[in-house]
C-alpha cells in the first residue's frame, strides 16, 4: 500500500502546494519509509505516477498533446524534449528528496546493527 | 555510517540543485523556472482548464453600484446588461482582464518603458526607447491634467475596478501561461491612468513617422530637390479622401523626376543624428517597409446607393496581427442610456470602434506631419547641461530614468534631457529634440465615452471634438442615412514655410509650432454629392482644390482608387457586396506598373522573358490564391525598386538611406530617359529604363524558376505570399504563421509577406436603415488570449477566407437568444 498512497499524497499535496509538493512530500516519505529497500526509486516513481494522473485530468479539458507541443516549441524545445523534461522532473525531484529524507532518518535512527551481527556469527557458528 | 553520510550528503545536493534550477531557473541559459512552469495542476497545462468559459459563474467587484449580467454569446463576445455606465465598464474591465491580462500589462509595460520588469534585462533596448521617446512623460503629464470628474475619467476609474476585481481572483492556475514562461508575476493592480498609456502606445504606433528624418538624409545625399521629388508633398495621382464634386476618375499630377543633385553638406549633422534616431526599434516602419499594410480602409455609403435604401458603412484598420488580436469585442447595455456594440484595445474603457442604436463608426489613420525634430546646439555634447536658443543659453531639463528588474532593483539608469519643445536624443555627440502633438496635454477617452450614447451623426462629432491624437479619418453614418467623416486630432500650424518636412534649425524659436488648425480647417465630407465617402490613407486633400499643408509623403493611392472605382461602378449596393470588396484581391498597383514589365520583356527578344512577358501579359491583376503572375510581379518589383533608387544608398554594402513610395516609381517609369535609370555603380554603362525592367523580371523568373521550378502549382501566390499572425511575444508555439489570402501590396486588404504581420486587423460593415441595425464583423484571432482556448484563434480561418460573422445584439437581457448563450456571469457588488 505504500506506493499507492504515496501517488495520492503527491497529488493531494499538488493542489495545496504546487511543485513543491515533489521535494516536501518526497523528503516525508522518504523519513517514514526509510527502512525499504530502494525507498527513493519507489517515491520516484510514484511522484511521476501522480503527475501522470493530474496530467490525464487536464487532457480530459483539451488538447493537452497539442498545447505541450506548442509550449515546447515555445521554449525553443523539441516536443520530445518537453515531455523528457515532464517525465523526469517529478522523478528527478522527488528521489533525491526521499533519499535524503531516509537517509537522515538512518543517520540519526540508525537500524540495530548489534542483533543482525549476533545472527550472523550464530550462524556462521553453527 | 560513512557510506549512508555520503549517500545522504549527494541526494541533499542534487535536491538543493533541481530545487534551485525549478525554483529560480536559469536566465543566462533562457531557462524559466520549470517547477512553477511544468507543475501539472498550477503550471501552463493548467491553461487547457481554463481554456472554456463555464457555463455560469458568480464573482464579486467591490463597489459596484448593483448586480450586473454578462452574458457570453458563442462567439464569446461580452454583453454587458448593466443599471449604471459605471456598472458596465466594471463589467467590461473584469472581462477583459479575464480574458487579456498578460496583453493589457504588456501594452501597458511596452508604452511606459518598464518592460525591464515583466521581462527582465533583455526589454531594455526597448524600454530606454521608451522613455527616450517620452511615451511614460507624455502619460503622466496627460493624467495629471485630467479632470478627475470627467466622463473619461470615471470611466477609467470604473474599469480599473472591473480589472482588480479579477485580479484579485487570479491564482497560480488561472495565471496566462505567458508569465509562467517568463518567470514572472502578474501585476498587483491595474490603475486607472494606465489606459492613458495605452492611448499613448496608439500613438506610437500610428502617429510616429520619421518622414522627416529619411527626407533629411536622402537631401544629405542627393539635394534637397530631388529629394522633395522623391518624398513630395504631394501626390501625383489624387483620388484624395475629401471628394471634388464632379470628379469621376483620380487625378494625375505627373512630374518628371529632377536627376539627383549634390549633397546638401547643411543637412550633413542633422542627417548623421537622424541615421541613428531613425533606427530604433520603435520607429513606424514606412509602408514600403510593410508592404502598405500598416494603415487602414472604411467608406460609406449614402441610402441612394444601396439595395436596401439605407446607410452603409465598412472599415477594417490595417495594423500589427497578433495573438492575442489588438482588440477585444464587446457590447454594452444601459437601459435608456447605453447600448454599444464593437471593439475596444484591451486597457481602454470604451468601445473605440463600432455602433449603437443609431450611428456606426469606425477609423483610418490619417497620417500626416504631427512631429519635428530639432537639432539642437548644447554647451557639451558629451554632457550636455544647456541648449541656446535665440543667442542665450537655456537649461536642459535632465530626467533620471530608472529601470527595475521584477524584484524592484535596478538595473539601468539613464538620463534623458528635456527642451522646451520634448524629450531629446543624443546620438553622435548630435542633440535632436522632438515636438510630437502626442506629446500634449489630452483626453481622448471623454470623446470615445460621450461619442458611444451619440443618437445622430453630428452629436457624435461633436463628441468627439475634446480627441487630439493619433488624427483619425473618422466615418460615420447614421439611421437618418447621414453618412460624414472628418479628420479629428491636432495638426500643427508651423511657421516659416509652413512645412516640417526636414530636421529644423533647433536655435531659433522662429522655428517653433505656432498654433494648431481648427477642426473646419481639418479634412471632412458630409453627404457628398457621389453618394458615399472613402478613406484609405491616402492624401486627405486634393492640393489643386486644398492647398493646405498637414503632410506629405502620403502612402500610395492604390486601395483608395480600387474601393472608389468599384463604389462608382454599383449603385445599388449591399453588405454582401461590401464584404466582398473588404478582400478584393484586385491590385492597381500592378495594373499600372505590370504593362512596363510586359514592354520591356518584348522587346528584348529573350525567350525567357517572353514566357516571363506572357504571363504577367495574361494576368488579371488579381492575387487569388492560385495565381502565378503575382509571384513574379512581387519578385521583380523588388529587384527592380532596389536597382533604380541606388542613389538613396549612402555607402557601398549600406541599405538605401531611404526608399520612394511605387507611386514615384511609377512617375519615373513615365519617362524612359530619366538619368534615375542608370545605376551609378557601373561606370561607363548607362542603364535605361527598358533594360532595368527586362533584368530585373528576367532575375526574378530564373530565381523563381531554380527555387519553385517550372511555372506551376508551386509558383502560386498561396504558397508564396501570405500572412503572419505572431503571439504578442512571439512564442513560436503560439504564432499562425504564413496563412494563405488573397491580399497584397496595394490590395485593398493588404498583407505584408511572407516575412510580415501585418493586414486587415478588423473587418466591420453596418447597415443602418430607419428601422433596424444590422452588422458584421470578424478579426483575426479569437477573444481569449490563453493558447489552450478553443477561443484563441477561433476566427483566423474565416478571416483568412473574407468570411464575416453575423453579429447579434439583444438589446434586453430576456431578449438574447438562448441557443447563443456560451457563458453566464452573474457580478455582485
Sequence with gaps: MFIPLAVILFVAAEFLIGWWALPVVGFVLGVVGARRNFVGVQIAGAALAAWGLLFAWSAVHGELRTFLDALALSMKLEPGQLMAALTALPALLAGPAAGLGSGLRNLLQPVAEPARTARTVAGLGA | ?829
Design chain 2, 1 to 829: 555510517m560513512a557510506r549512508s553520510l555520503v549517500g545522504t550528503i549527494g541526494s541533499a545536493v542534487t535536491a538543493a540543485a533541481l530545487l534551485f534550477v525549478c525554483a529560480r531557473g536559469v536566465s543566462g541559459a533562457g531557462i524559466p523556472p520549470l517547477g512553477p512552469l511544468l507543475d501539472p495542476v498550477h503550471g501552463a497545462a493548467a491553461a487547457l482548464r481554463f481554456g472554456d468559459l463555464p457555463a455560469s459563474e458568480k464573482q464579486q467587484i467591490p463597489g459596484l453600484d448593483a448586480d450586473t449580467r454578462v452574458l457570453f454569446d458563442v462567439r464569446g463576445v461580452p454583453h454587458v446588461y448593466a443599471a449604471n455606465t459605471r456598472d458596465a465598464y466594471r463589467a467590461l474591465g473584469y472581462a477583459v482582464a479575464r480574458d487579456r491580462f498578460f496583453q493589457m500589462e504588456l501594452t501597458y509595460r511596452a508604452a511606459s518603458g518598464t518592460l525591464t520588469e515583466l521581462a527582465g534585462a533583455r526589454a531594455l533596448p526597448l524600454d530606454k526607447e521608451a522613455r527616450r521617446l517620452g511615451l511614460g512623460w507624455a502619460a503622466e503629464q496627460k493624467w495629471a491634467a485630467v479632470d478627475s470628474n470627467s466622463e473619461g475619467a470615471r470611466a477609467m476609474r470604473a474599469f480599473a475596478d472591473g480589472v482588480n476585481a479579477y485580479r484579485a481572483t487570479m491564482t497560480a492556475a488561472t495565471t496566462p501561461v505567458e508569465y509562467k514562461l517568463l518567470g514572472a508575476q502578474p501585476m498587483a493592480r491595474w490603475e486607472p491612468k494606465y489606459s492613458v498609456y495605452l492611448l499613448m502606445r496608439m500613438a506610437l504606433t500610428l502617429a510616429h513617422d520619421p518622414n522627416d528624418l529619411r527626407r533629411t538624409r536622402a537631401a544629405a545625399l542627393i539635394g534637397r530637390d530631388a529629394a522633395d521629388a522623391l518624398f513630395p508633398r504631394n501626390n501625383p495621382l489624387q483620388e484624395p479622401i475629401q471628394p471634388v464634386a464632379g470628379r469621376t476618375a483620380p487625378r494625375e499630377a505627373w512630374m518628371p523626376l529632377p536627376p539627383p543633385g549634390a549633397p546638401d553638406t547643411s543637412l550633413l549633422a542633422p542627417a548623421k543624428a537622424a541615421g541613428v534616431v531613425e533606427h530604433t526599434a520603435l520607429a513606424m516602419p514606412s509602408s514600403d517597409e510593410t508592404g502598405d499594410a500598416l494603415g487602414s480602409n472604411n467608406w460609406a455609403i449614402a441610402p441612394q446607393r444601396t439595395a436596401s435604401g439605407g446607410a452603409l458603412l465598412a472599415g477594417d484598420p490595417h495594423l500589427d496581427l497578433s495573438l492575442p488580436s489588438i482588440w477585444y469585442e464587446a457590447h454594452l447595455v444601459v437601459k435608456d442610456s447605453l447600448d454599444v456594440y464593437g471593439v475596444t484595445f484591451p486597457g481602454s474603457p470604451t468601445i473605440v470602434i463600432g455602433f449603437n442604436q443609431n450611428v456606426a463608426w469606425t477609423f483610418t489613420n490619417t497620417g500626416g506631419d504631427v512631429a519635428d525634430y530639432f537639432l539642437e546646439e548644447v554647451d557639451d555634447p558629451k554632457a550636455p547641461t544647456r541648449y541656446k536658443l535665440d543667442g542665450a543659453w537655456q537649461p536642459l531639463t535632465a530626467r533620471i530614468e530608472t529601470f527595475r528588474n521584477a524584484a524592484g532593483d535596478t538595473v539601468a539608469t539613464d538620463t534623458v534631457h528635456y527642451t522646451h519643445r520634448g524629450p531629446t536624443m543624443n546620438e553622435n555627440g548630435h542633440l535632436l529634440s522632438f515636438r510630437w502633438t502626442a506629446h500634449d496635454p489630452s483626453n481622448e477617452l471623454d470623446g470615445f465615452v460621450a461619442a458611444t450614447r451619440a443618437t445622430s451623426v453630428a452629436a457624435w462629432q461633436t463628441a468627439m471634438l475634446p480627441y487630439r491624437t493619433p488624427t483619425q479619418n473618422m466615418l460615420v453614418a447614421d439611421r437618418a442615412g447621414t453618412i460624414a467623416l472628418r479628420a479629428h486630432g491636432t495638426y500643427p500650424i508651423r511657421a516659416n514655410d509652413g512645412e516640417g518636412t526636414y530636421v529644423r534649425d533647433g536655435r531659433t524659436r522662429a522655428n517653433d509650432w505656432t498654433g494648431t488648425f481648427d477642426v473646419g480647417d481639418m479634412p471632412q465630407a458630409l453627404n457628398p454629392e457621389q453618394g458615399f465617402i472613402v478613406s484609405a490613407n491616402q492624401q486627405p486633400f486634393d492640393p489643386a482644390v486644398v492647398p493646405r499643408f498637414i503632410g506629405s509623403n502620403w502612402p500610395d493611392p492604390w486601395r483608395a482608387i480600387r474601393l472608389n472605382e468599384m463604389l462608382r461602378a454599383d449603385d445599388k449596393v449591399t453588405p454582401e457586396r461590401v464584404r466582398q470588396m473588404q478582400t478584393d484581391p484586385l491590385n492597381v498597383r500592378a495594373r499600372l506598373i505590370a504593362p512596363y514589365f510586359v514592354r520591356a520583356a518584348e522587346r528584348s527578344g529573350d525567350a525567357t522573358l517572353a514566357a516571363a512577358a506572357g504571363l504577367l501579359r495574361d494576368w488579371d491583376f488579381r492575387y487569388t490564391l492560385d495565381a502565378h503572375a503575382p509571384v513574379l510581379f512581387e519578385a521583380a518589383m523588388k529587384r527592380a525598386i532596389r536597382n533604380t533608387w541606388d542613389e538613396l544608398i549612402p555607402e557601398k554594402d549600406k541599405p538605401p538611406v531611404a526608399v520612394p513610395a511605387n507611386m514615384i516609381f511609377l512617375e519615373a517609369l513615365r519617362d524612359s530617359t530619366s538619368i534615375w535609370w542608370d545605376d551609378r555603380r557601373t561606370a561607363g554603362t548607362a542603364e535605361t529604363r527598358d533594360g532595368l525592367l527586362a533584368a530585373s523580371l528576367k532575375a526574378a523568373y530564373d530565381s523563381l524558376t531554380q527555387t519553385h521550378g517550372p511555372v506551376g502549382t508551386t509558383w502560386a501566390w498561396s504558397k508564396t505570399g501570405g500572412i503572419n499572425v505572431h503571439h504578442l511575444v512571439n512564442l513560436a508555439g503560439f504564432n499562425r504563421d504564413r496563412l494563405a489570402v488573397t491580399s497584397g501590396y496595394g490590395t485593398v486588404a493588404p498583407a505584408s509577406g511572407a516575412t510580415g504581420s501585418h493586414g486587415a486587423s478588423w473587418r466591420m460593415i453596418v447597415e443602418l436603415t430607419k428601422d433596424r441595425r444590422t452588422a458584421w464583423a470578424i478579426y483575426p484571432g479569437g477573444q481569449s488570449g490563453n493558447p489552450a482556448s478553443t477561443r484563441y484563434d477561433d476566427r483566423l480561418e474565416k478571416w483568412r477566407t473574407g468570411q464575416l460573422d453575423s453579429l447579434i445584439v439583444p438589446e434586453t437581457e430576456a431578449a438574447f437568444p438562448k441557443a447563443r448563450i456560451l457563458s453566464a456571469l452573474d457580478l455582485r457588488p
